[in-house]
């Protein structure tokens, strides 16, 4: 299974960003996804998750700015990321929880892309 992450990029503050990450490979099924983010010298941390029946979870900093949303039929997770600030700069990492078979989940990361927000 893999998770390849799209739509990171320099942004101005204020603007916005919408994220993109497919699974692909041998899936039965996705459950839990989310959007984790590292910014240089700290420690990797939850933005938002999104489980299977679509209940959501986001970290009080980004509440009110990012929304989180899946297409269980793309096997794709989306963070729409508006009113960015300097302080969301960071790697943004797409997790997933997968089943491969009806017995068997692990958990998967993708390679992390770049957001920077500065003008």
């Known amino acids: 299974v893999q998770l390849v992450e799209s739509g990171g990029g320099l942004v101005q503050p204020g603007g916005s960003l919408r994220l993109s990450c497919t699974a692909s490979g041998n899936i039965f099924k996705i459950n839990d996804m989310g959007w984790y983010r590292q910014a240089p010298g700290k420690q990797r941390e939850l933005v938002a998750a999104i489980t299977s029946d679509r209940r959501l979870n986001y970290a009080d900093s980004v509440k009110g700015r990012f929304t989180i949303s899946r297409d269980n039929a793309k096997s794709t997770v989306y963070l729409q990321m508006n009113s960015l600030e300097p302080e969301d700069t960071a790697v943004y990492y797409c997790?997933?929880?997968?089943?491969?078979?009806?017995?068997?989940?692990?958990?998967?990361w993708g390679q992390g892309t770049q957001v920077t927000v500065a003008s």
């Open positions: 997790n997933a929880d997968v089943q491969t078979s009806p017995n068997y989940e692990l958990n998967y």
